[in-house]
Every structure is written in C-alpha cells, then in structure tokens.
C-alpha cells in the first residue's frame, strides 16, 4: 500500500470512494446550506491510498484561519476495510497537520464504530454534538459527534 498526495488525476476516483459513504462533496441546493469546504476536495490537504496501482482509499483535512484544523472527506473502498487503510491515512494528516505548526485538531462523525475507532486508536477527546447541516453519511442521524485532540498528545 502506498499513501501519497492526491493528485488533480485522482480526484474522480476519490469522490467516488466518498460516495459510497454518502461523504462526496455536496452543492447547495434547494434552499440547503453547505460550508464551502464541504463542495470540493482540497487537493493541497488531500492524502490518497494506493494498492496494486488502485486508489482505495481518500483523507483530507481543512486549515481554519484560527490556526487550528479539522478533519475531512475521509473513506476506504468498502472491499479493502480492515487491512489498515484508514489508520494510515489518518497518520498521514496527522502527521503533515502536527509538522504545520498545528495545535489542535477537530474530528465530526456520525458513525458510531467510527466514533469508537477515533477514541481508541488516536488521542481525541468527546466534547460534544452538533447539529448536521450537510445530508452527508448517516441520513437517520442528525447530529455530529464532536471530538478534539490536541496534537502535542499525538505521537504517530
């Protein structure tokens, strides 16, 4: 497996590992609020995983002017879960984020074994909820939960 930069080339590709999560970038419409950093994936915070010349899996993350940044568009090809995939995409962001000079990151999810996985596998800490305004992921859940982690308490 290779983790790298997306490239401009991979972004069709990427959307479509996203979609399969309800997670691909969304237009405003119909009267619906979108944050535009939601409409499309940030090519220059974007890491891609790569297996035998397959993009099989798309992270990203989003600098805030507050200097601190949050996680985004974030998902593995449903055929290739469970061989780490996702961890080493998330140690990627993380580890460019931390070399940046940022201090603390935020992470929203809906999905409660993806919640659970954050909270086991890296530093994060719950702080709260937050109502959806994107009809991204779950569409029976109507709240993100919140959590924060301070990239000092990162080690990867």
């Known amino acids: 497996m290779i983790i790298r930069k997306m490239k401009e080339e991979d972004r069709a590709r990427a959307v479509d590992l996203l979609a399969q999560w309800n997670m691909a970038p969304v237009q405003a419409r119909d009267g619906m609020s979108v944050d535009p950093a939601c409409a499309e994936v940030p090519l220059e915070n974007t890491f891609v995983a790569e297996e035998d010349g397959r993009l099989v899996g798309v992270a990203s993350y989003i600098v805030h002017a507050s200097g601190g940044a949050e996680t985004a568009f ?69 709240e993100w939960t919140v959590l924060v982690m301070e990239l000092k308490d990162y080690e990867g």
């Open 74 to 142: 974030f998902a593995v090809d449903r055929a290739y879960r469970g061989r780490g995939i996702g961890e080493a995409l998330q140690h990627a962001r993380l580890k460019e984020m931390k070399a940046r000079g940022i201090q603390r990151v935020r992470t929203e999810a809906d999905r409660p074994d993806t919640i659970a996985w954050y909270l086991k596998k890296f530093p994060y800490r719950r702080i709260g909820t937050k109502k959806k305004i994107t009809p991204y992921s779950l569409p029976d859940v109507d």
